[in-house]
């Protein structure tokens, strides 16, 4: 690409990026019966944003993206069915590479220096960049709200490579808490409702629940103030059973994800599993950021004032190392009617 490919964002941190430039193959796209007939030269670079720290950590080749699959399944977009246009064919690539393991957002540019232009040009050339908030076709990738490894918390060493035993359940049920806020429609409903929803899951015993705050927006765009709460919970489940739950109940209330920090209907995260310390791909447990975030620490005091982070303390000599003069107590207690009766 003739220019620097601006990073994606996600979850506040920019991802890492797998470049390959210059994928050449004879094609037979166009409008043209001519161009369908003899074919001619098409060009594509392709750049994936991924995030390889585990890859870099582990120095294992299984962990990152393969970049000779991707020029492959690439190559065989542009020598493939024709169409009519360039954008159709960028679209079908970036539909490829999104549904490669690991990829959060692609740039793609498809050339076509031999084009059938009436003038001297040096090529012709149609970006885009599409990504999994782009639409439901890869609606069946995991996406995690707490992934992506900041470099101050590992070298600060409050987070250690974990063997991914995200797929574990535990002997017995587990102690965890998940951090619910929203900022779009009728939020404390939506809260409600979510607490309800979780706690018909089965696995998941809902304990009890914090005071509902308010809260000024931390970075992203201009937006509403958020509600936010902590549910205590436990659970038999395991940490991505317990995330994929999560998920799902945020898409049921209507959550997008587009704006990285925009405004939301409704964000449930893991703030801690028991005292499971490790990261993966999807997650990182405990939440990398809930113990500088006053929004959370708050609420979880008042849930349980005995909860840990592992890795960094106590809940209650955290809530007075953070800035809690923007969250305000709106409702204690809460939710106000008795909890879900648990399956």
């Known amino acids: 690409m003739t220019t620097q490919v601006m990073p994606f964002v996600k979850d506040g941190f920019p991802l890492d990026q797998i470049v390959v430039e210059g ?3 004879t094609g037979f796209h166009g409008v043209l019966a001519t ?3 003899s074919g001619q030269l098409f060009k594509a670079d392709v750049v994936a944003h991924v995030n390889t720290r585990t890859a870099a950590l582990t120095d294992d080749v299984t962990k990152t993206l393969n970049y000779s699959d991707l020029a492959d399944r690439v190559a065989e977009v542009l020598a493939g069915d024709p169409a009519n246009l360039l954008e159709t064919v960028a679209e079908h690539i970036a539909r490829i590479v999104l549904d490669m393991d690991g990829v959060e957002c692609v740039d793609v540019a498809v050339h076509k220096p031999q084009a059938p232009l009436h003038v001297e040009f040096k090529d012709v050339i149609v970006r885009i960049r599409r990504d999994l908030k782009s639409g439901s076709l890869w609606a069946d990738k995991r996406i995690g709200s707490a992934a992506g490894l900041p470099d101050d918390l590992l070298a600060e060493g409050h ?9 574990e359940r535990p002997f017995q049920p587990v102690r965890a808490y998940l951090a619910l806020g929203g900022n779009i429609g009728e939020v404390e409903e939506t809260l409600k409702d979510a607490v309800h929803a979780l706690g018909r899951v089965p696995g998941i015993h ?4 914090s005071h509902l705050v308010r809260s000024a927006p931390v970075g992203g765009p201009d937006q509403p103030d958020y ?6 919970i436990e659970t038999a489940l395991a940490p ?3 995330l994929g739950a999560c998920q799902g109940i945020e898409v049921v209330f209507g959550r997008e994800r587009g704006e990285p920090n925009g405004p939301r209907t409704l964000d ?11 990261m993966s791909d999807d997650l990182i447990l405990p939440h990398p950021r809930a113990a500088d975030r006053a929004f959370v620490i708050v609420p979880l005091a008042d849930a349980d004032p005995d909860a840990v982070i592992p890795g960094r303390g106590g809940v209650a000599t955290l809530v007075n190392s953070v800035d ?7 409702a204690n207690p809460w939710p106000g009617d008795a909890l879900p009766a648990s399956d």
């Open 23 to 25: 994928i050449r193959v």
């Open 35 to 37: 161009e369908r007939e």
């Open 159 to 167: 987070l250690t490579l974990a063997n991914d035993p995200f797929d």
């Open 206 to 209: 809902i304990l009890r629940t």
């Open 227 to 232: 509600l936010n709460a902590v549910a205590v």
């Open 240 to 242: 991505r059973e317990l």
């Open 268 to 278: 449930i995260d893991i703030v801690a599993f028991d005292d499971l310390v490790g």
């Open 324 to 330: 809690a003069s923007s969250v305000i107590v709106v």
